[in-house]
C-alpha cells in the first residue's frame, strides 16, 4: 500500500462524504423524496461494501481466496455506481454540483482501482488468511470512514423501505374548490410553497402565470402547457385577463442570519413585488378579482402565552415590522377594487423543504429535541393544507384582510419536538441550548426558533375551512410516511371554541 495509494482512497473518503451530506442529505433529501426507492437501496448496499473494503485495506492484509473476494467486491461496487448513475437520470435531475462530484468520484475510483488491484492480485498468490495489518493513522481513517459509511448505507436502506409511503395527496385534488377555468398569477411560484400551490392549479386545469427571475428554475412548472413563465410583470399585457393574483415573493426570512443587508433584502424584495403588482392592476383594462397576499404571523409580535386571531395587534419587532410594512402595501389594492386576503403564514411543515426538512435528519438519528426550554409556542401548518386554504381564499367572496394560515392546535416547541419523534420512533430529548443559539444567531434566532406566537385561524374557521391535518401527530404521520384519521370541519370548529372563547 503506497502513498499514492492512500491519498486516493483518503479523496474517496472526503468527495464522498461531501457528496452524501451536501447532496443527498442536505440539497436533494434523498430520504424523504418519494420515488427514490431504487437509488436508495443502490446506495445503501455500495456503502456496506465500502465499508467492508475500508476495514479489509485498514486494518488487515487479505490473502488468497479473501484478496480474491475483495477483488469481487470492488468489481460489484463499480456495476452498483454505473446501475446507480443510470436510476439518478431516470429518476430525478441532478444539480451540476452532483454531477461533477460523481464523476470526480468516478474517475478516482478508477484511479484507485489501477494502484489496488495489483496489489491485491499478489496477496491472491498467498495462501488463504486474514492478517492482522497496523497501518497507523491510516488505519483510523478508513475506521471512522467504515463507521459513517455503514451507518449512512443501514439508514438508506431503511429509508427505501419507508418510500413507498411518501405518496403525496395528488396536486390537483388541492385546488378542487376552485370551479371553472381560472387564470392566476402567482409570484414566488418556484418556492416552496409556491411550487406546490402551481402544480395544484395547473394539474386542476387552470391557468398560470409565473413571476421569476429565474427561467431556468422554472422549466420544471411547465406542466401540459398550462404554465407560463414571466421575469417582469411587463410581459402582461393591458387587455390580459386575470382573475386572481397570489402574492408569495420575497427573500427567504429563515435561511440565514439577519445581517444588515440580509434585513434591507427581506424587506426590499416584498415590498418591491407588492408595488409591482399594484402598478399592474392600475393598468389593466380588467382587473383581478383578488390578491391573495403572503404574510406570516409574526405580525402578532412576540406575545408569550396569548391565544391570537386576526383582529389583534401586535408587538414591536423586526418580523412585526417586515410583516406590517407587507401589509400596508398589499392593501393598496383595495383602494383599485380588488378583494385583498392577507395570508398570515406560520411554520410551514413538510419533508421537501422549510425547517421541518432541515430537522428531519438529526431526528432520525436520535439527536433531536426542543430548542431552549421548548415553552414557546409554535403556529403550524401542512403545506397541503396552506395551499388548499390559498384555493378557499381565492373561492370564498366573503373572505377579506387578514386570514392566519396556521392549523387550528399550535403546540409548544417541547410538544412539537415530542411530535416528530413519536412519527419517527425516536427519542427528542437533547434539546438544543438558547445561549449559543442566541451568541450565533441574535435577533433571527430570539425571533424564529427560541420565541413564537399562539395564533388561532379564526377567519378560516368561520367561513368553512376543513382542515386536512389538524393536529400536529396527524401532520406529522403524513409527512413521514405514516397513517392518520382525518378530522371533520365541524368538529375541529367545536374543538377550537374553547380556546376563542
Partial sequence: MTTILWTLIFAQMIMGAFDTIYHHEGTQRLAWRPGQALELRLHGVRNVAYAA????????QVQGGWAVALIALLAGELFITLWDFVEEDRSRHLPATERVTHTLLTLNYGAILAFLLPVL????????AIVAADHGLAGWLCLIAAVGVIVSGLRDLAAARRCPRLVPTKAADLAAKLNGRWRVLVTGGTGFIGARLVAALADAGHEVTVLTRDRANAAGLVLAGRVRIIATLDEIATDERIDAVVNLAGEPISDSPWTRAKRLRIVRSRLAVTYGLMRLMRRLEQRPGVLVSGSAIGIYGLRGDEALVEGDGGAPCFSQRICASWERAALRAEALGVRTVLLRTGLVLD??????????????????????NGKHWMGWIHRDDLVRMIVHCIATPALHGPVNGTAPHPVTNRLFAAALGRALRRPALLPVPAWPLRLALGDFAHELLLSGQRVLPKAALDSGFAFRYPQIDVAMLAITGGCAPRVKGREEGLALAPALA
Fill in 53 to 60: 473494503m475500508f476495514m479489509a485495506l485498514g486494518w488487515t
Fill in 351 to 372: 419533508s421537501s423543504g422549510g425547517m421541518l426538512a432541515r430537522m428531519l435528519a438529526p431526528f432520525e438519528f436520535g439527536l433531536g429535541g426542543p430548542f431552549g
Fill in 121 to 128: 492480485a499478489g496477496w491472491a498468490k498467498q495462501p488463504s
